[in-house]
Nanobody
Framework: QLQVVESGGGLVQPGGSLRLSCAAS????????IGWFRQAPGKEREEVSC????????NYADSVKGRFTISRDNTKKMVYLQMDSLKPEDTAVYYC?????????????WGQGTQVTVSS
């Protein structure tokens, strides 16, 4: 049974950093791309970043390029999102999702989300 669990959210001041973690079980972890998505109040959920099954390919939303870094450790079945230079507009619930595919993020299983709030 697929289980996806995010952690690491919290309250941070503008310009600060957070590292989100995603643990996924119940799948052949190294077969699947993994993505981070976010949803702010009143807005649609959007893809933030995606990493391929082997970790060699990554992509980012334009709004976070140069500030966020996605990585994965297949031996630990973990995916991370390092978020630096955070802005108030990064405030959202962040979700981790497994993908049907190895090289693109088409969500198939979601975590419960973790709240990130950027505010002074």
């Amino acid at each position: 049974q697929l289980q996806v669990v995010e952690s690491g959210g919290g309250l941070v001041q503008p310009g600060g950093s957070l590292r989100l973690s995603c643990a996924a079980s119940g799948i052949r972890f190294n077969y699947h791309a993994i993505g981070w998505f976010r949803q702010a109040p009143g807005k649609e959920r959007e893809e933030v970043s995606c990493i391929s099954s082997g970790g060699s390919d990554t992509n980012y939303a334009d709004s976070v390029k140069g500030r966020f870094t996605i990585s994965r450790d297949n031996t630990k079945k973990m995916v991370y999102l390092q978020m630096d230079s955070l802005k108030p507009e990064d405030t959202a619930v962040y979700y981790c999702a497994t993908s049907h595919y190895s090289d693109s993020c088409v969500p198939s299983g979601w975590g419960q989300g973790t709240q990130v709030t950027v505010s002074s």
